[in-house]
């Protein structure tokens, strides 16, 4: 496809329960990137991955998050034990290069909702 | 610790008027400016960015001003049409990290 493509587009989960978000990044792009997104807010960082190699984590909130890229290209974010305050909408974003130097490229995000 | 404040929250602006969004920041370290254009159900979608050696960068009807003692920088959209209804968000990024940090946005109507 010509741009990130993400899986759920809606996912709808009760308190408890594990979830994993998919990301198919634009070919070619070797930076990949989660934000939260909550409801009247800005994205929110979660993590930086370049290659296959998580190269920055620091925004996961707890160790409930954690996300794995194994062959470089398509990303999984996997939230356990799922809490009402992870309701959000998860984007995905992928680049070319250091943010720094461009573009991030956003898909249209997974929302998730957790009864 | 939010280190950039975007305002208005929400602004109306007839066709054809100026809509002006500001943003101001914290960390002097900051030297990648981009806004980011995002519509109803879609991600967000670079719109313009600014580095702080220049104090103002037009890209058609879409001007940054930044001001860099006042660690201030603004979005000026010139004509607004109904088609930049939109939300706006601010952000902010250094050299050698990956996170950008986002303004709260700015939820922009233009009316006929």
């Known amino acids: 496809g010509a741009g990130v493509s993400q899986t759920p587009s809606n996912k709808v989960t009760e308190k408890g329960k594990y979830v994993e978000l998919r990301c198919d990044p634009i070919s070619g792009h070797t930076a990949l990137y989660w934000y939260r997104q909550s409801l009247g807010q800005g994205p929110e960082f979660l993590i930086y991955f370049q290659g296959t190699g998580a190269a920055d984590d620091s925004g996961l909130p707890n160790d409930r998050f954690f996300a794995v890229r194994p062959e470089g290209s398509v990303s999984t974010l996997k939230i356990q034990r799922t809490e009402r305050g992870d309701s959000a909408v998860y984007l995905c974003a992928s680049s070319p290069g250091a943010v720094n130097t461009g573009e991030l490229f956003f898909g249209e995000g997974s929302r998730l909702t957790v009864l | 610790q939010q280190q950039v404040k975007q305002s208005p929250q929400s602004l109306i602006v007839q066709k054809g008027g100026i809509s002006i969004i500001n943003c101001a920041y914290e960390?002097?370290?900051?030297?990648?400016f981009p806004w980011y254009q995002q519509f109803p159900g879609k991600g967000p979608a670079l719109l313009i960015a600014?580095?702080?050696?220049?104090s103002e960068k037009k890209e058609g009807r879409f001007t940054i001003s930044f001001n860099k003692s006042a660690k201030q920088f603004s979005l000026h959209i010139m004509d607004s049409q109904p088609g930049d209804s939109a939300t706006y968000f601010c952000?902010?990024?250094?050299?050698?990290?990956?996170?950008?940090?986002f303004g709260t946005g700015t939820r922009l109507t233009i009316i006929p």
């Open positions: 952000a902010a990024n250094y050299f050698g990290n990956e996170k950008l940090t």
């Open positions: 600014i580095r702080p050696d220049v």
């Open positions: 960390n002097t370290a900051f030297d990648y």
